[in-house]
């Protein structure tokens, strides 16, 4: 499964941004998908999940600021992030959850100045 992450870039704390993810191959619209991120000098960790069926779950840090969804039909998952903090800047990517593909995508970075 090729994946590719886009929308990230440059915001100031409190700001939006709405990242996409694209799959290829059928597989991608029967797994629970996750987004994940990595912090500089950081190991990655999970940002949210969301199943097959649109059940979702987040990390503490996150939890009432972004938004999990996907689009079956196009393969597609995507994470609306609002209230931008500081900490939220690393390079977030998506992947498979709880067991990746095998690879991974080259991720899109985010940061958030304060």
């Known amino acids: 499964v090729q994946l590719v992450e886009s929308g990230g870039g440059s915001v100031q704390a409190g700001g939006s941004l709405r990242l996409s993810c694209a799959g290829s191959?059928?597989?991608?619209?029967?797994?629970?998908m996750g987004w994940y991120r990595q912090p500089p000098g950081k190991q990655r960790e999970l940002v949210a999940y969301?199943?097959?069926?649109?059940?979702?779950l987040y990390a503490d840090s996150v939890k009432g600021r972004f938004t999990i969804s996907r689009d079956n039909a196009k393969n597609t998952v995507y994470l609306q992030m609002n209230s931008l903090k500081p900490e939220d800047t690393a390079v977030y990517y998506c992947?498979?959850?709880?067991?990746?593909?095998?690879?991974w995508g080259q991720g899109t970075q985010v940061t958030v100045s304060s």
């Open positions: 992947n498979a959850f709880p067991r990746d593909f095998g690879s």
């Open positions: 191959g059928s597989i991608f619209s029967f797994n629970t």
């Open positions: 969301i199943t097959r069926g649109g059940s979702t």
